[in-house]
């Protein structure tokens, strides 16, 4: 309850509909900047236009989505597929140790420990990804101050999925630790006096509890993967073509159409990974 100056109580409805109302801004800002430009590149699907200029002369088409199996676009869609995979399962192996081995340890501030993790985030992510390049390019600053060059892999499969697995590790780990700080510790000692080994007791009680941690992280690596140009472009050297290449060079070329056409797929299995976890994670417990 809360009351006002005269001393009459509001009732809690009344509050709520009053807290709401600090939602519109957000909802006109997610209209304007999100709802309104998807619907617009729906259109442009099954429209011919010379850029996103509608006019008289424009014809609806489906020839639009005869990119879907141009060799190219099969290509990049099975390296993106490719390597959103292995460095999901990287992630997965990755964050489920880290995430254990923070569980466990007896350090007082963690989420310190989690601030660590999160802070590379808070900078800008092209530079992050050029910082990392110039590591591994020939007369760089570590160079300098080591005495010694790291091996140019600028270019190669292992570049591009190095790149990925520093940029979205903390995805994964955030909420397998979530998950891991949600178990009673009392099962442990259940587990314990059931006369499982510590090993038998982290594959059969509690990988299985932080599944939901795993799905969600999973699914937030996986997705920018899929959908990223940056770092094929630069850790790639241009030598590797993602579907988000494909996008990102539609949009330079103006063919705002084939692009719309490929946006609106990564789009749908965004949308689809999203039922996934709420399936998964009703609660959206492991996204906190």
Excluded at 197 to 223: A, E, N, Q, R
Aim: hydrophobic share 50%; net charge positive; proline share 5%.
């Amino acid at each position: 309850m809360q009351k006002t100056s005269t001393n009459r109580i509001i009732p809690p409805h009344q509050v709520s509909h009053r807290l709401h109302l600090f939602s519109i801004p957000y909802f006109v800002w997610l209209g304007i900047l999100a709802v309104v430009p998807l619907l617009f590149m729906f259109g442009l699907m099954f429209f011919d236009s010379e850029g996103i200029t509608i006019s008289k002369e424009t014809t609806a088409t489906v020839t639009n989505f005869a990119i879907l199996t141009e060799k190219s676009t099969l290509v990049a869609f099975f390296n993106s597929l490719k390597y959103s995979v292995i460095t999901t399962a990287i992630c997965i192996f990755l964050g489920v140790l880290i995430s254990y081995m923070l569980y466990k340890s007896k350090i007082k501030n963690k989420y310190l420990v989690l601030l660590l993790f999160i802070l590379p985030m808070w900078t800008n992510f092209l530079l992050r990804i050029n910082a990392l390049a110039s590591v591994f390019k020939p007369s760089n600053i570590l160079s300098s101050i080591l005495g010694f060059s790291f091996p140019n892999i600028i270019g190669t499969d292992f570049a591009i999925i190095l790149g990925m697995v520093f940029t979205y590790l903390p995805f994964m780990i955030l909420p397998i630790y979530t998950s891991l700080e949600k178990i009673d510790p009392l099962l442990h000692e259940a587990a314990l006096d059931l006369g499982l080994t510590d090993l038998k007791k982290f594959w059969k009680v509690i990988l299985p509890m932080t599944s939901k941690g795993i799905v969600s992280g999973s699914i937030m690596v996986l997705l920018p993967c899929l959908s990223g140009f940056a770092i094929p472009k630069i850790l790639g050297d241009g030598n590797v073509l993602l579907i988000g290449n494909i996008i990102e060079q539609s949009f330079i070329n103006m063919s705002y159409n084939q692009g719309s056409v490929l946006a609106v797929v990564i789009l749908i299995i965004i949308l689809g990974s999203i039922l996934i976890i709420n399936k998964v994670d009703k609660e959206g417990e492991t996204l906190i």
